[in-house]
């Protein structure tokens, strides 16, 4: 495991980590405080991650716990690989929970959007989805965003209800953040299902936040956008 640390540290570019310091809002009181970056470009870091894709569950999950944001993302690719490569149902559970149990790792968006549909979201695809709602009501923000981004394994496959139900929790949500990832599913779900949408938007449009639509009507024809927008 510590030989994986060692290869992205020298891989590091302080430059790049300057730049990620800023790009993902790590100053006081900001929603990534106190992350730490090497500055590694994320094709690297998947390359690294396929090279040591035979790293066994315990060692990617001990790699989660580093406080470089690099070996984390490292970490939950090889979670991502090990989901997919497990024979059995066990198996893929034990991944599962290895996740949520340690999502407070899973601290900034990039970490989330990149691994919360290939293991959450595929796991609960076939299962009761209930462990959703309740990472949806959680004070923590990833939590939430783990929650509504882990349905983009449904929506993928043409199951936009969890999304939706979802999404009327996070209506009143406070964070930013939050309105950006769940308008952003909103408009995976029109592209598959545009009905569906337009009634939510229907219910909901005047109360939602601004950004939350503007995300979701993102893809319509302009007249439609200006439609929405002056409800």
Known sequence: MQHIVDELKSLADPAIA?????????????????????????????????????????????????????????????????????????????????????????????????SSEHVVGAHLFTRDRSPLFRLVRSRNLWKRRIAVLATFHFIRRGDCSTTLELAEHLLTDPEDLMHKATGWMLREVEKRDGAAARAFLTKHSREMPRTMLRYAIERMPEPERRSWLTR
């Open 18 to 114: 300057q730049h990620s310091l800023r790009f993902f809002k790590t100053g006081p009181g900001e929603y990534g405080e106190g992350d730490c970056f090497l500055g590694i470009r994320v094709p690297i870091l998947r390359r690294v991650a396929r090279e040591h894709k035979a790293l066994p569950l315990q060692d990617a999950v001990a790699l989660l716990q580093s406080p470089w944001h690099e070996v984390r993302l490292v970490a939950l690719l090889l979670l991502i690989s090990i989901y997919r490569a497990a024979r059995t149902d066990r198996e893929r559970t034990a991944v599962y929970r290895a996740y949520l149990s340690h999502a407070a790792r899973i601290n900034n968006w990039d970490l989330v959007d990149l």
